[in-house]
């Protein structure tokens, strides 16, 4: 008997995540054509900062299959921020089974799943810097945040414990002083605050910007309100009115998403017309065509510019093998482009803007 429960005991925590019931009954009530459930004017209304930086992004449903696809989606919006469609299944795909539900983004394979699908990311140090780490920890999101990278930001919520524990025969943390100390992941996607953005230091009535995703909203919490509590599960005292997440008291874990490899082109970033939920091929859906629009920044009126589009990881980023090629001379600085030519929901699509070589005199 005792052997049966240490194995159902192994078997519920290593799947923690989402780890959260209301997440899912967000999913499962969105899926069922219910309104979206009411949130605090405090948490889903935008304070008022003399300076911000939020990226242009769409919030949303993840998953609920396997373990829920919440680092899959994140990393899915983050790189939307930075111009490229990528599947949650695609996210998956790309990595190695670490815990929990076959590739489940966690922790030790979430490098692999970034470097596999060409995104270039910088991971706060959560195994060398000293603790306990929320200073350290808001202060590389802010700084990150500030320059237009989007954060994925493995967090608690209140009541969850971690993703699978330590003396379970598969978990992959047994061997790592913070055992995986986090229960979602969220993407984090602005930064506010009444002190210039080049001042990297956090200040407590500075804003984050992030999705919880399970709804279409999103949502502000102050930097004072994201430290937690953890004993024998976690407590968010700040949190409330519809956003749960905080940060462990002692471990942050966070990973900044700067663009692709190999770098190059300008700042762009991408939004799809069918942005709330991806269809869910994992549970049967069939996927869909959807319509992107690019939004090009940073370009020299005058100036003849390149749009390339790449259908696949392994092509991408390599000019003589593009999906299409759209060449255009700016008119102002911005630049939107709806692509005519529709994308397939389960795949990858990524673009980029280079100056046109061949215009250059």
């Given at each position: 008997m005792l052997r049966i429960a240490w194995i159902f005991a192994a078997l519920t925590i290593a799947?923690?995540?989402?780890?959260?019931?209301?997440?899912?009954?967000?999913?499962?009530?969105?899926k069922a054509g219910e309104p979206e459930a009411p949130c605090s004017i405090g948490v889903c209304a935008k304070p008022t900062?003399?300076?911000?930086?939020?990226?242009?992004?769409?919030?949303g449903y993840q998953w609920g299959d396997a373990g829920g696809y919440c680092g899959s989606w994140s990393i899915q919006r983050a790189a939307m921020a930075k111009?490229?469609?990528?599947?949650?299944?695609?996210v998956r795909d790309r990595t190695f089974h670490a815990s929990g539900n076959d590739n489940e983004i966690l922790e030790p394979n979430i490098g692999t799943a970034l470097t596999n699908l060409k995104i270039k990311a910088v991971a706060f140090d959560v195994n060398n810097t000293a603790t306990p780490q929320t200073d350290a920890g808001r202060r590389f999101m802010?700084?990150?945040?500030?320059?237009?990278?989007?954060?994925?930001?493995?967090i608690m919520l209140p009541g969850d414990g971690y993703p699978c524990p330590s003396w379970s025969p598969d978990c992959a943390y047994k061997d790592l002083p913070h055992k995986g100390a986090y229960s979602h992941i969220e993407p984090i996607v602005g930064i506010m605050s009444d002190k210039p953005l080049t001042d990297e230091d956090f200040y407590d009535d500075d804003y984050i910007v992030h999705y919880d995703d399970a709804g279409t909203r999103a949502l502000y919490r102050s930097m004072s309100s994201l430290p937690g509590s953890y004993d024998s599960e976690s407590h968010c005292p700040g949190a409330g009115g519809g956003s749960s997440m905080c940060l462990h008291p002692k471990w942050v874990f966070s990973w900044a998403i700067q663009g692709f490899e190999?770098?190059?082109?300008?700042?762009?970033?991408?939004?799809v017309d069918q942005w709330e939920q991806e269809p869910d091929t994992r549970s049967g859906e069939s996927p869909t065509g959807l319509t992107g629009t690019?939004?090009?920044?940073?370009?020299?009126?005058?100036?003849?510019?390149?749009?390339?589009?790449w259908d696949s990881v392994e092509s991408a980023f390599d000019y003589?093998?593009?999906?299409?090629?759209?060449?255009f001379t700016a008119s102002e600085a911005t630049e939107v482009y709806t692509d005519p030519e529709t994308f397939s929901s389960d795949g990858t699509t990524y673009y980029r803007c280079i100056v046109d070589s061949t215009a250059l005199v």
């Open positions: 799947g923690a995540l989402p780890g959260d019931e209301a997440t899912m009954q967000a999913i499962r009530a969105f900062k003399k300076y911000e930086r939020i990226l242009n992004t769409q919030a111009g490229a469609w990528i599947s949650q299944q695609q802010k700084k990150h945040l500030a320059v237009g990278n989007p954060l994925v930001q493995m190999p770098s190059g082109g300008l700042p762009l970033s991408l939004t690019v939004t090009i920044e940073g370009l020299e009126p005058g100036q003849v510019y390149v749009l390339y589009r003589t093998h593009a999906h299409s090629v759209n060449r």
